[in-house]
């Protein structure tokens, strides 16, 4: 043990590197939820349009899909949007004369309820069965920790060295 | 007096810091078990959407689209490029534009319309 100022210098380093790690854990639980989300939706996907092929009987006409990945833009249909292409169409110059948005495909297969309502943290019993089946054992508490709602704390999960 | 006073302040420090040590102990395991599970699950989902048949499957129907941004004011364009193509959008103030630049392939945009027709 050392002298009294050294340990009180000690502690406040301590303290500085357990509140940079909790930052860092916080931004690698959204990491890592974002990515269980992303599993979860394009299984949920995959699973309903195998059903609804085998209930047709056949694959949806090619012209009225469209498979990922892809990336949507939206504006009001009074917006005047010039674009330029280039001849090989490897280049797109987009203006736009007024605001618009940006979404992902995943953002979208939320939308479509792909992400069992997990995504905002409002998860029925049954959504919550759903989603936990699509998702190895090991990552089963974190669903149910995001089913609960938004998390603003940091949690531990406590002995899931399971796989 | 002082001396004893100085002891118990000592002391308080001395199990500050050994509960300090044990707290940053617990997160660097945490972060560590995270560290893990994101790179397992980055594997799981590449492995996921790269699978032939789940490639074939991994569609959005027209009208999946015009549900998710279902205001009849809405016009969506769809854009599909290939991967790395850069995307880059300018600051507001400098007016509202997009531009695609791809290395690897032609890109391809068109809108899904507003009719029922179910085709894009």
Known sequence: IGLPTNSAQECQN?????????????????????????????????????????????????????????????????????????????????????????????????????????????????????????????????????????????????????? | NIQWLGNRIDAALVSRHKELQREVCDLTEAEEQLDELISKCNLQLRMLTEDPQNKKLGYVRCQDLRQSFDSPDQLVMVIRAPPETQMQVSEPSEGYQVSLKSTRGPIDVFLCPDDSSGVC
């Open chain 1, 14 to 163: 301590l303290e500085v590197e357990r509140q940079r790690r909790l930052e860092r854990i916080k931004q690698k639980q959204s990491q890592l939820q974002e990515l269980i989300l992303q599993q979860i939706a394009f299984k949920n996907l995959v699973q309903r349009n195998r059903q609804s092929e085998q209930q047709a009987n056949r694959p949806p006409p090619p012209n009225s899909i469209i498979h990922l990945p892809f990336i949507i833009v939206n504006t009001s249909k009074k917006t005047v949007i010039d674009c330029s292409i280039s001849n090989d169409k490897f280049e797109y110059l987009f203006n736009f004369d007024s605001m618009f948005e940006i979404h992902d495909d995943i953002e979208v297969l939320k939308r479509m309820g792909m992400a069992c309502g997990l995504e905002v943290g409002k998860c029925s019993q049954e959504d919550l069965k759903v989603a936990r089946s699509l998702v190895p054992k090991a990552l089963e508490p974190y669903v149910i920790e995001m089913a609960k709602g938004p998390i603003s704390n940091v949690y531990i999960t406590g002995g899931s060295s399971a796989n």
